[in-house]
Each structure stands twice: as C-alpha cells, then as structure tokens.
C-alpha cells in the first residue's frame, strides 16, 4: 500500500484553491471487474492511469529525488460506466422477473468492496442513475424515497449517444484520426465506417464481454467488410498503462524488464490470474 512517504508525480484537472482533499480508492473495473484505481474529489469521479517509463526513472522536484518515474494521469470518468455492472448484478434479474428496484445504499453495500460507498456520496448520483434506469418515487413516514432497476434498453440507448459522440469529436483530435491506418485513401463510405467503428471500440473498453457484445449487434460496417485489408482500429497504447493494483507495487520492481505486451494482451494475461474473484462475488453478504 502506499505509506505516507510515497509521493507520484500526477498530472489532473485544475481543482479550486481550498478544495477538499481527493480520496483514492479501490473500484471494480467495469470491463474486467478487478480492482482498479480511482480517485473521488469534490462529488467527481476519475480513474486514475500509469505511464510507465521504459527502464528506471526518477524525477527531481525542487531539492528530492522520487524514486518513483512513472507519471500518473488523473481523468474524469463517467459513473455510469462504473454503475451499469454493479446495477446489473444487483437488479437479480431472472427469467421470471425484471429484478430488484433498490435505494442507494442498498445499490452500493457491498461488505467486501466498502470503497462502493464514496459512488453514493458523488454529485447527482440519483439523477445519473435515472439516465439508465427505471425509477420508482414513494413516500415513507413522509420522507420521498426513489429506487431504481437498471433498464436494458435505457443502457443501449445511452451507450450509443456516447459512441456518436466521439465520432463528432473524431475529426478534430488527430490522435485518434491518425489511429485508422490510411483514413484518407479510403472512399468516403468506409472512412465514415471506420471512425464509427473505432468509436465502438474505445467505448466498449469500458464495458464488460456482456454489454459490449449487445452493443455491437446494433452496427454494421457493411463497406469495410468488403475491404480485403480491413482497417486498422485503435488500440489505447500499452505503452504503461496500468490496473489499479499495479499503483500500489514498490517501482524497483521494475529493474527486471520483461517484453512489452499489448493492453489486450494485458487483460487477458490478468483475468486468468488464479485466485481473482469476480465482481459478483463482492456483492455477496458475509455469512453470520
């Protein structure tokens, strides 16, 4: 774990002068459900990723040294991404029934993974759960009380209004259009197709095998499939990103290099990890 002593050279959003401190914690991945790192300030949400330098690094600041070279990147997430497993596995849906509507504490208890219970404390948090889920409003003893259950079709819709929304923005970062290998040699049909494909992408790697199989049955890309060389798709650089858990190890233990593998590549080797739970299994009461 990280002592008092450690300090990381982090680059994030500029946050008002007297701001409380960000809290750093410990949260499922919504794509592979194993822990990651992110960090809560202010009622935001951010995740919270790793450069990692080829060989050993250090910085200087002023009169010290860290030992530690890596840069850390601080970004805003949206929460959906973070709720829509956890509201998936919490709803208890059955063949029977469409599952649970659950309060907000019931949403995020969870007795092993006890960090789920900053997601309550973000900004609007019942309003960013009423864009994928169906609400439910009663009164109890005169207090207002609203519960919800995670909608299929609410889910799709949104995640699609965000795949749009980066193919608006394609265009204009040329990071990402220089991601498709020979955008401009390709008709005009196919270029269309590829950024939208490539939106597909980046956002299905914030989402489980499950979820981004169902968004994908919603697109076809019918001129790239008659492309005998099929477009090269972006693939968010290996180049040291690294899990939550990864934050936490001591950086000497980098003196042994191993061959670089791709992110893919990265999260397959993890989630075959033996002895990793899966994020359902932190949703389960202790036995009394």
């Known amino acids: 774990m990280v002592t008092s002593n450690q300090q990381r050279i982090c680059i994030g959003p500029k946050v008002p002068q007297g701001s409380e401190n960000p809290v750093s914690i410990l949260l499922p991945n919504p794509s ?5 790192r992110y960090v809560i300030q202010e009622g935001q949400l951010y995740e919270m990723q790793m450069i990692d330098p080829e060989g050993l690094r250090s910085w200087f600041v002023r009169d010290t040294i860290h030992s530690d070279g890596s840069l850390y990147i601080i970004t805003p997430i949206d929460p959906i991404f973070m709720c829509i497993p956890i509201l998936d596995i919490m709803r208890q849906r059955t063949s029977e029934s469409e599952g649970r509507f659950l309060g907000l504490q019931d949403i995020f208890e969870s007795d092993q993974y006890t960090s789920l219970r900053h997601l309550a404390q973000l900004n609007k948090i019942d309003q960013i759960l009423a864009v994928v889920c169906d609400v439910r409003e009663s009164t109890i003893t005169g207090d207002k009380r609203k519960t919800f259950r995670l909608d299929d079709d609410r889910v799709l819709a949104w995640l699609k209004r965000k795949v749009q ?21 390709l008709p005009e049909a196919c270029q269309t197709e590829a950024i939208t494909q490539s939106a597909l992408r980046l956002v299905s790697a914030y989402l489980s095998d499950s979820w981004a199989t169902q968004l994908a ?25 690294r899990s939550g858990t990864e934050l936490d190890e001591d950086p000497k233990s980098k003196e042994t290099k191993k061959p670089k593998m791709s992110v893919g590549a990265r999260k397959l080797a993890k989630a075959s990890t033996a002895g990793m739970k899966p994020l359902s299994s932190f949703f389960t009461k202790k036995a009394t």
């Not at 592979?32 to 990651?36: A, I, T």
């Not at 980066?166 to 991601?179: E, G, Y």
């Open 217 to 241: 049955a919603g697109y076809q890309f019918p001129e790239l499939d008659k492309l005998e060389s099929r477009t090269q798709l972006p693939v968010m650089s290996g180049f040291g990103k």
């Open 165 to 185: 929304a980066l193919v608006d923005k394609f265009p204009s970062i040329p990071a990402l259009m220089n991601s498709i290998a020979y955008t401009e040699s």
């Open 32 to 36: 592979s459900g194993f822990p990651s």
